[in-house]
């Protein structure tokens, strides 16, 4: 038996929005998971290196950071100014391609805001990172080779310990959290310039993020066009956890969740 990791990274704007959306802002906030195997970090810091190298040497050799440590971001790779880049949309595909290889699963909750009366940031991200961790439990529970699972967070700095006592509290101190017994730990949070997982996880929330901008809030005022992202939907849903058992009455538990609090009362 062995270890599973979730790494976890953001996306879109987690604070509060208005409508027209103004520049900057976002009207939906996505949390996503990448479970991988511990055991296979090295690998996979190798291989995702390797991508790297391949689709942006000219940007690596232009900078001062070790290559390990260049991070290509998501929102770069699926923003509309490069609708047309090939080697980005490539880039992803190869990607998903050796996440898929690897066994990985992906999981995420996104939120569509209310601009009206916004939920407070960290409870977006702590409710967030409480439903994710419910199917975590259940794709290490099932699985035939994992016995464990940890989580490694991107560093939000400004709310990284709220983060984790509400992840202990749930836990310890919630009928459905008490259950999650496969998941060991409170959340880990490190510098994505340090961990190949993290990185994987930031461009694959873009995808994730992009694709559910598109379809929920698409027809908002002053909404970006992520259009050209679709294209990648059927690959980012076939690597969507989705468990062989069933759950909470006879249901199936998928990885990806959308919740709408922006709708009428």
Not at 56 to 72: A, G, I, M, N
Not at 146 to 163: C, E, M, N, P, Y
Request: with cysteine; glycine share 6%; aromatic share 10%.
């Amino acid at each position: 038996m062995s270890t599973c990791v979730l790494y976890v990274d953001e996306s879109g704007d987690i604070n509060s929005h208005s409508v027209p959306i103004t520049n900057g802002k976002t009207p939906i906030f996505t949390l996503t998971g990448v479970a991988l195997p511990l055991e296979e970090w090295r690998n996979l810091d190798r291989e995702y290196l390797g991508l790297k190298r391949n689709f942006f040497k000219p940007e690596l050799d232009r900078s001062t950071k070790r290559p390990e440590q260049f991070e290509v971001k998501g929102n770069s790779l699926t923003s509309p100014r490069n609708k047309r880049s090939d080697r980005r949309h490539q880039f992803l595909k190869e990607l998903c391609d050796m996440v898929n290889r690897y066994g990985g699963k992906l999981f995420c909750v996104s939120m569509i805001k209310n601009p009206v009366t916004p939920t407070p940031p960290t409870t977006i991200y702590t409710h967030s990172l409480q439903i994710m961790v419910e199917r975590y439990n259940c794709f290490v529970a099932e699985h035939k080779y994992f016995d464990k699972g940890i989580i490694i967070a991107d560093s939000t700095l400004r709310f990284d310990q709220r983060v984790a006592k509400s992840h202990m509290s749930f836990i310890f101190g919630h009928e459905t959290g008490r259950q999650l017994t496969c998941i060991y730990e409170a959340p880990l949070f490190a510098d994505s310039k340090l961990t190949v997982g993290l990185q994987i996880a930031d461009n694959l929330s873009s995808m994730i993020f992009t694709n559910h901008y598109h379809h929920h809030c698409k027809d908002i005022e002053g909404a970006v066009s992520y259009e050209h992202m679709t294209q990648h939907w059927p690959t980012i849903s076939s690597l969507e956890f989705r468990s062989r058992n069933r759950y909470d009455g006879g249901y199936i538990k998928f990885g990806f969740k959308v919740l709408n609090h922006n709708t009428p009362s």
